[in-house]
């Protein structure tokens, strides 16, 4: 049976009207077989939910009978019943996560529901371009591009909308012929509901998007457009999250510190457990090894939508977004893939040059305050990333008792102190030499040294400015889209 389907946008008044059908998801005979019975005196109804985004079936859903207590979740086949509904006229109400990162509210029109009566009701939320096509207007999608990026923003401590923050879409648009490409960054407010929407965004899309609210910011996480025209990426940012400490030059410097906690494990793609693994949230200088069990703790971290960082040797670095709150301890898996080395014939000049100049290596490298490694002065067929630092100047590459490791340290300073900054964030050292079995040389894209008196303020550390600090930009840092 068809049935008429009313959907609201809860951030205006606008309705609009769609059929709705489960025949392609279901056999008929299937159906009938399963029909409820209706108690006596009692109405029930049964159907289908499909998620015509994903063009599968709305799985765990919650469909409700307006004006009563009947209520039930949808199947992983999007199959609901419901029986012992008391007569007379009623909406079926559906919520789900996917409805509210639309941002839309889902109801069936009125009906009248008779006792002793079985009613089908299948029900669909519309297509990604048609959901495109209702919240932007025909003009920005035709000038600027086809596609949307729509979603939610919360705070992680109260789940209620984060009002008024500030979500930021960075993505690259190739031009006709696909030779040049250009950064584009794109813009928009969370309204009084907590939804906001990107509108005229060029198909297929991949890039970061991140939220700010109040002067502090969420990780930066991925967010794609890969088939169709409607994209999707929901948020969350807290309230406050940004201590402000003083470093030995007197400068001030932000950290992110709260109490959120976050446990996980690290797994190969077989899914067996691996040790050794260094798990960091980006931006918070918080670090992990895994242990011999895959598993890891995090503590003290920032609350909201946050970047988690995993690096292992013969593994390819891995990014994978989380959402944390100091309500309930956060869990992840994350899976590793193998290495993939980037070829030298592969690389072009150009596109080096721009993840370069993206980072500031190049504008930083003009000044001549540091000492700067890039293109061929930079050992990427060393075997370690020491071996890579034994021909830079300030620096010597010292044995430890193993035998095996090694420590660089400031040929300058008599306590020999370095520290490290890998693709914008600080390293924090677990182990003496740790840097040689997280960083590959062939993955190396630049360089920056400084001795202690030289290091640009966006890199020096509290507690740590008497120190050297080499600066290590890799291929994945340089290649993805960035803020200039």
């Known amino acids: 049976m068809k049935r008429a389907l009313s959907f609201h946008l809860r951030s205006t008044a606008r309705l609009f009207a769609v059929v709705a059908t489960s025949a392609s998801i279901v056999a008929a005979g299937r159906l009938a077989a399963q029909t409820p019975v209706a108690s006596p005196g009692f109405a029930a109804i049964h159907g289908f939910i499909v998620d015509s985004v994903h063009a599968t079936a709305l799985a765990q859903a919650w469909v409700k009978i307006e004006g009563t207590t009947r209520q039930t979740r949808t199947s992983d086949e999007g199959r609901y019943v419901l029986d012992s509904i008391p007569p007379g006229q009623h909406r079926v109400i559906v919520s789900h996560p996917l409805l509210d990162t639309i941002g839309f509210g889902m109801a069936t029109r009125p009906m009248n529901l008779a006792a002793g009566q079985v009613t089908s009701v299948d029900l669909a939320i519309p297509s990604g371009d048609r959901i495109v ?4 207007p025909a003009a920005v999608l035709k000038l600027r591009g086809p596609g949307a990026l729509v979603g939610f923003v919360k705070d992680p401590e109260s789940g209620g909308p984060a009002v008024g923050s500030r979500v930021e879409l960075i993505y690259e648009e190739s031009d006709p ?11 928009a407010t969370v309204d009084s509901t907590g939804s906001y929407r990107i509108c005229g965004i060029p198909t297929p899309m991949t890039g970061k998007v991140q939220v700010f609210r109040n002067g502090i910011s969420s990780g930066e996480v991925a967010a794609a457009i890969e088939q169709g025209s409607l994209g999707l990426r929901s948020l969350s940012i807290a309230a406050v999250q940004v201590a402000t400490v003083a470093t030995d030059s007197g400068k001030s410097m932000k950290v992110y510190r709260g109490s959120s906690r976050l446990t996980g494990r690290i797994v190969n793609k077989q899914g067996q457990p691996l040790a050794g693994a260094r798990v960091t949230v980006e931006g918070s200088g918080i670090t992990a090894i895994s242990r011999a069990t895959g598993d890891f703790t995090l503590d003290s971290l920032p609350a909201g939508t946050q970047s988690l960082d995993v690096r292992k040797l013969g593994y390819g670095a891995t990014e994978k977004a989380v959402e944390l709150s100091s309500v309930a301890p956060a869990s992840v898996t994350v899976v590793m893939g193998d290495y993939v080395p980037t070829l030298q014939t592969m690389r072009v000049e ?30 990427t067929d060393a075997l370690k990333f020491s ?13 430890l008792g193993d035998g095996r490791s090694y420590v660089i340290e400031s040929a300058r300073d008599p306590n020999g102190c370095v520290t490290y900054v890998v693709d914008g964030s600080r390293w924090t050292q677990m182990t003496p030499g740790d840097i040689d079995d997280f960083v590959r040389p062939d993955e190396l894209r630049a360089v920056e040294i400084y001795n202690a008196s030289t290091v640009p303020g966006q890199f020096q550390q509290a507690g740590m400015t008497k120190c050297a600090t080499i600066v290590i930009w890799t291929v994945r840092s340089t290649n993805r889209p960035r803020k200039r």
């Open 133 to 136: 096509s209702l919240l932007c």
């Open 177 to 187: 012929l696909g030779f040049k490409k250009t950064l584009r960054k794109r813009e």
């Open 350 to 379: 150009a596109e080096r040059d721009k993840g370069l100049s993206d980072v500031g290596y190049l504008e930083r490298k003009q000044t001549g305050l540091g000492h700067y490694m890039d293109g061929d002065n930079l050992r």
């Open 387 to 399: 071996d890579a630092m034994r021909i830079a100047p300030g620096l010597k590459v010292t044995p």
